[in-house]
């Protein structure tokens, strides 16, 4: 079942790093006398750290350059590319846009809506959070009492917001800290097809880290947790505007926030972490909405038995394998363990399939910025309890939560526990 979306350019060479910028950040880090020395912060400890950084102006201390650096590799310095035309023949004609079939506008014809950034061209940033794109194919999900909604465990369950981390997952990042302790963890592809994580944590606090950049993808995701906290080490101005302008969504940014720090012990961009805690303390929002429909019991009754699968991402070789408890994560042919040691696992795996859409932004190597937008419908494939269930996608809205149903309409169930959502094009699935 195709996606109903408008198809996009495809990613192309990684972001490069420029030797002076390495440099630079070595003479910082050089001349910074920020430490604070050992901080205890559990089996996943990162080390030295430095001190918070604040909500102050910027500066031209060592540290604040070492801040700004890292922020290159997270697309700061990504430029647009204002196409020659954004209107059609019927936009100049004062009528309606036309719309591919399904009711979603191409990307040719939305960017030229007012009040969006210059230059961005993809279908996230112009859709309107409870604009209908699709229509529901069954209830959404429900959490009865005392049940988390994200994890369909058993618990006391806090009337919080959810917060969501964006982790770096490049070679420099590994292993991560945190991904074990969220409820749910999104993987999405960026430039020169590496990937990404959104990490999801509403059970349960935890370090996380390291932090990175924001996308433009990430606001599918974001809108259907209701009013969710988005930690992230910053962006470039079209994305950051694209986010800042989701009054849903609160935006905690290590550009204008605190509750950040450094990592000593790792090269930036690749150390800077957070503490869920604290930004709970101080956030509003109210608990977010079940993602997903639980069955009573680990085991599957729905698909056929399957034991391994791959997602082929162009920068990032994955593979699944189920143990008779959990699936367990490879990737690049190794195990893939968080900082404790463990093995990254889930409960469930559901991979979603969409579109890749260009959003008119390069980074600094000329690589495009791809969007893949978590909003329609589109194949679905979930992997619970040792079994693969073939199945669909639907999100009505931005804002909506997403349902999965088999061909013939029956809701799929997971597993209570943590899942992983690998959001993907089509063709990737092994």
């Known amino acids: 079942m195709r996606t109903y979306l408008a198809a996009g350019l495809v990613a192309c060479l990684a972001l490069g790093a420029c030797s002076a910028e390495n440099e630079l950040v070595a003479a910082a880090t050089a001349t910074t006398n920020t430490v604070i020395g050992e901080i205890d912060l559990g089996s996943e400890a990162v080390g030295r750290v430095s001190t918070t950084l604040s909500d102050d102006g910027p500066g031209l201390d060592p540290q604040h350059i070492l801040d700004q650096l890292a922020l290159i ?10 196409p020659a035309s954004t209107t059609t023949e019927s936009d100049q ?3 309606p846009p036309a719309t591919n079939g399904s009711g979603m506008r191409p990307a040719t014809t939305v960017a030229a809506n007012p009040g969006q950034p210059v230059g961005y061209i993809g279908i996230i940033g112009n859709l309107g959070a409870d604009e209908q794109v699709v229509a529901p194919v069954a209830s959404p999900p429900v959490a009865g009492p005392g049940v988390y909604p994200l994890t369909g465990q058993a618990g006391a369950v806090p009337n919080r917001a959810a917060v969501v981390v964006k982790v770096d997952n490049g070679s420099a990042a590994r292993p991560q800290t945190g991904l074990n302790a969220a409820d749910i963890v999104v993987e999405e592809e960026v430039e020169g097809g590496l990937t990404r994580f959104a990490a999801i944590f509403h059970s349960q606090s935890s370090i996380v880290g390291p932090v990175r950049s924001g996308r433009t993808t990430d606001i599918g995701v974001l809108l259907g947790l209701r009013s969710p906290v988005l930690l992230y080490s910053g962006a470039n101005d079209t994305t950051d505007a694209l986010l800042l302008a989701r009054s849903q969504i609160q935006n905690r940014s290590a550009a204008r926030s ?3 720090y450094r990592n000593r012990s790792r090269r930036a961009p690749s150390n800077l972490y957070t503490d869920t805690a604290p930004h709970w ?5 109210s608990t977010p909405p079940a993602w997903f429909t639980y069955r009573s019991t680990p085991t599957a009754t729905q ?6 699968f791959g997602v082929a991402f162009r920068g990032n070789s994955v593979k699944w394998e189920w143990d008779g ?4 994560r490879s990737q690049g042919g190794r195990a893939h363990t968080v900082a404790s040691g463990e093995r990254v696992s889930a409960a469930n795996v559901v991979v979603i399939e969409t579109e890749r859409v260009a959003t008119g932004m390069t980074d600094s190597s000329g690589a495009t910025v791809p969007e893949f937008p978590f909003v329609g419908t589109g194949k679905a494939t979930v992997f619970t309890g040792g079994h693969k269930v073939d199945g669909v996608w639907t ?13 013939g309409g029956d809701v799929i169930t997971l597993a209570p526990g943590r899942t992983w959502l690998e959001l993907i094009e089509g063709g990737l699935l092994r």
């Open 303 to 308: 698909g056929t038995p399957h034991s391994s």
């Open 73 to 82: 590799d997270d697309g700061v310095r990504t430029t647009t590319t204002v």
């Open 93 to 95: 004609a004062g009528q």
């Open 395 to 407: 999100k009505p809205t931005l804002a909506s939560v997403a349902t999965l149903t088999t061909s």
């Open 258 to 260: 605190s509750g950040y």
């Open 325 to 328: 408890g959990a699936w367990l």
């Open 281 to 285: 303390a101080s956030a509003g929002g």
